[in-house]
């Protein structure tokens, strides 16, 4: 019954992954976050006036996400605020031209504080003309409070969104939980609760205390959750505490807080319990990276090619080519057909402009043409030539369409890479705890000399260990030249320390750009020493078993292979765990893994070497394409060689 739900609960999240890069899905999550980030930022509260955080956010965006920020913010201004909400509203008009005009251009790179600076002057002028204009009774501190917010929150939060500095993360928290603190479905059940709770169980120290002083500041209860947050996480250093006590502590703090400060108010440990819950799915906690000599110079140059390569895949994806100007080819089919037409003097139409839809219809003959037209035949010759012209131009810009995103692929990754490195090299010195060794066994037969698989596994960098399976399509020297290749520059980018994800989607691009899609499968388990955690990729290839206690479990479905666009199309993940003794077994095509598994009560006791040799064996029949069979484990103890 575990095994069922164990299994039921991968798929679903399996579901999630591929549903989280669907693009689609992305589109639609980046289009709910901007709108919801302007509207909660447009709730933010101080001395009981409203704060133009939403101003900020707004000119850190630039094209869509600032129109969808602006469009949010105003949403809250009015939902919020009704009447006095209308300040906010002039604010973000102000600032939305600011924003899609000034941000991705080089000055706001050589001039950092520009757009903080227009952030405050727009505040600032806005405050002034409606004290001036309106007769604004908005005192002279909460005046400067606003200019001063607005300036802060326009630098804070391209920092914060870049998730480069952890200061900057945070500071953004705390500012979130701010503007949750006013948002309440529920009377006295703030949405501040929530987010306090998940910082404090499962947040940094200092996010837990920015957002316990927001809360403080919102002035929504009179507990002191500065003090409760920061001791709720004080309970994370409690040695050998169960996950309970961790994320039940927000909660229980309060609680205990609001008793010794003879408070009666009870019903925010209910939200505060909950956010502990939630906590459980905030990423860990980030580090300070100190920055000293040689080590603090490197990371800077490898920070500013990360942006470098940012910069140009933004500037690719702004780029696009336009329409297809139809009418120009429609006009040059008839001055094709009218040029030696015998009755071109005397016509009257042959100036008059074509319907467009005539490039878009079959043209069987004359009578096709509704037209006005006395030589209907010789203008169908010159349609069906434009119709010719017209296929030819799209299939071209299909292709370079191909090429310019396979480009921006490749900018986003390498962008992603040297950023990774920059943060990785302050701790290069630190050493990882390895658990456990790899024990791999692969048995593999050919249909022809030449076996169209290719197993291999290696070390990889920060306590990673991988196994590559490639599948060359068909049989014969040209599927092993296909596995080779692709096996071999896997390795390279693995060794390297490029993600996997990077890796096998630069492997998709190059084969769909060489036009040999289909031509390779791949199963690509990255197996990690430390944790035993495994993550198995596939794309293309045959599903995968685990053996776990004598009983096997399918692990992925075979999908659509490499190769076939370079936009569409992703490899999966499956998470799994080999740290209790579980077999991972990798099969390619050829082997029929149902077949031998339901003779598993004879090889799940075996050595992996008699295993894969038992599988192969049983999984084969009649050979009809090549068969591999990788049998994977770990066993305690630390990796020697």
Request: charged share 20%.
């Amino acid at each position: 019954m575990m095994t069922t739900i164990e299994t039921y609960v991968r798929r679903g999240s399996g579901r999630i992954r591929r549903l989280a890069v669907d693009p689609r899905a992305r589109l639609a999550g980046k289009v709910v976050l901007y709108f919801s980030a302007g509207l909660v930022l447009s709730a933010a509260s101080l001395a009981n006036a409203a704060q133009p955080l939403a101003l900020g956010a707004l000119l850190a965006l630039s094209g869509w996400p600032a129109v969808l920020a602006a469009l949010g913010g105003c949403a809250g201004y009015l939902l919020f605020w009704g009447g006095a909400g209308l300040q906010g509203l002039v604010w973000l008009g102000v600032g939305l031209p600011a924003a899609l005009v000034l941000n991705r251009r080089k000055i706001v790179e050589e001039v950092p504080l520009l757009m903080p600076a227009i952030g405050g002057l727009i505040v600032s002028a806005v405050g002034l003309a409606f004290q001036i204009f309106r007769n604004d009774a908005t005192s002279v501190p909460i005046y400067l409070l606003r200019v001063a917010l607005a300036a802060l929150s326009a630098g804070l939060f391209p920092l914060a969104r870049q998730r480069r500095d952890p200061v900057a993360g945070w500071l953004g928290a705390g500012v979130f939980v701010l503007a949750l603190a006013q948002i309440a479905p529920v009377p006295k059940l703030s949405l501040g609760y929530l987010a306090g709770g998940m910082l404090a169980a499962g947040g940094a120290f200092p996010a837990a205390a920015l957002a316990g002083l927001a809360l403080d500041l919102a002035q929504i209860t009179a507990t002191p959750m500065t003090a409760v947050l920061c001791l709720a996480y004080m309970t994370r250093l409690i040695p050998g505490q169960s996950k309970l006590l961790r994320y039940g502590a927000p909660g229980a703090v309060y609680l205990l807080v609001m008793g010794l400060c003879g408070i009666r108010d009870p019903v925010p440990a209910v939200l505060l319990a909950a956010g502990g819950g939630l906590g459980v799915f905030l990423p860990p906690a980030p580090e300070l990276t100190h920055r000293r000599g040689e080590t603090g110079f490197a990371q800077v140059r490898l920070e500013l090619m990360a942006g470098v390569f940012s910069q140009t895949q933004q500037l690719l994806l702004e780029d696009g080519d336009g329409p297809i100007d139809e009418s120009a080819l429609l006009v040059r089919a008839r001055e094709r057909a009218c040029g030696g037409c015998p009755c071109r003097k005397s016509c009257r139409d042959r100036l008059s402009p074509l319907p467009t839809n005539l490039l878009h219809r079959p043209l069987m003959d004359q009578f096709s043409v509704n037209v006005p037209c006395r030589k209907p035949a010789r203008l169908v010759l010159e349609l069906r030539r434009a119709q010719e012209q017209l296929r030819s131009i799209k299939a071209d810009r299909d292709r370079r369409e191909e090429y310019r995103w396979a480009l921006i692929q490749q900018y986003q990754f390498l962008s992603e890479y040297l950023r990774q490195q920059a943060d990785q090299l302050p701790r290069r010195g630190e050493k990882l705890r390895l658990r456990f060794t790899p024990e791999v066994a692969v048995t593999a037969v050919g249909r022809e000399e030449a076996n169209g698989d290719r197993c291999i596994w290696f070390s990889g960098t920060g306590g990673r260990y991988y196994i590559i399976l490639c599948d060359g399509m068909g049989t014969g020297l040209g599927a092993a030249q296909e596995g080779q290749t692709a096996a071999s520059m896997l390795r390279q980018m693995l060794t390297a320390g490029f993600p996997a994800e990077y890796a096998l989607r630069s492997i998709n691009s190059l084969l769909a750009l060489r036009g040999r899609a289909g031509a390779v499968t791949v199963d690509l388990a990255e197996l990690r020493l430390d944790t035993g955690r495994v993550r198995l990729y596939k794309w293309g290839a045959a599903p995968s078993w685990l053996l776990r206690g004598g009983v096997s479990e399918k692990v992925g479905t075979a999908g659509p292979p490499p190769g076939l666009s370079v936009t569409e199309g992703r490899e999966t993940v499956e998470r799994l765990s080999l740290g209790r003794g579980e077999v991972l077994i990798l099969t390619s095509d050829g082997v029929d893994g149902e077949d031998a598994l339901r003779h598993i009560s004879e090889v799940s006791a075996a050595a992996p070497g008699e295993m894969a040799e038992k599988l192969l064996e049983l999984g084969c029949g009649e050979l009809q394409d090549d068969a591999t069979v990788a049998v994977v484990r770990l066993i305690p103890g630390a990796l020697s060689t």
